[in-house]
């Protein structure tokens, strides 16, 4: 893939992730791997972020955190970065929770996003990170 390709998830694709409390990748399933062009093995012990793409507001990234440290369920439109240097839309909902011994983690789970919901979120994070540059 060339640098700066958008990846288009087909519509049964279903990623997920699990972290730690600091964001720290503990689980990522097949799709997740194959859609962010990385092994399981690339991603274990990484902090999440490394597939945030520049785009992204920092306002957005606030939110998810603000929501899910307080233990509700957060959702959102999130432009993720690949390996190559592409992206790829999700609609995510990230899930607090605690593990059995006693570990509080997250889970991210994401779908595919319609063009008309990328298209929305795509004016709103211009928008907001022209008010991020002020």
């Known amino acids: 893939m060339s640098a700066g390709q958008e990846t288009?998830?087909?519509d049964y694709a279903f990623l997920?992730?699990?972290?730690?409390a600091k964001g720290n990748i503990l689980?990522?399933?097949n799709d997740f791997c194959k859609i962010a062009e990385y092994t399981l093995d690339e991603l274990i012990g990484k902090p999440h972020s490394m597939?945030?793409?520049k785009d992204m507001p920092k306002i957005a990234f606030k939110s998810l955190w603000d929501t899910v440290q307080k233990g509700e369920v957060w959702t959102g439109y999130v432009k993720n970065?690949?390996?190559?240097g592409g992206y790829y839309w999700v609609f995510a909902t990230v899930y607090p929770f605690e593990?059995?011994?006693g570990?509080?983690?997250y889970m991210s789970c994401r779908r595919k996003a319609s063009e008309a919901e990328i298209n929305a979120a795509v004016e709103l994070y211009k928008q907001w990170n022209k008010e991020?540059?002020?």
């Open 8 to 10: 288009i998830l087909d």
């Open 51 to 53: 597939v945030r793409h």
């Open 81 to 84: 970065a690949t390996k190559s």
């Open 103 to 105: 570990e509080k983690g």
């Open 16 to 20: 997920v992730s699990e972290t730690d």
């Open 132 to 134: 991020e540059r002020k």
């Open 99 to 101: 593990s059995c011994d």
């Open 27 to 29: 689980f990522a399933n």
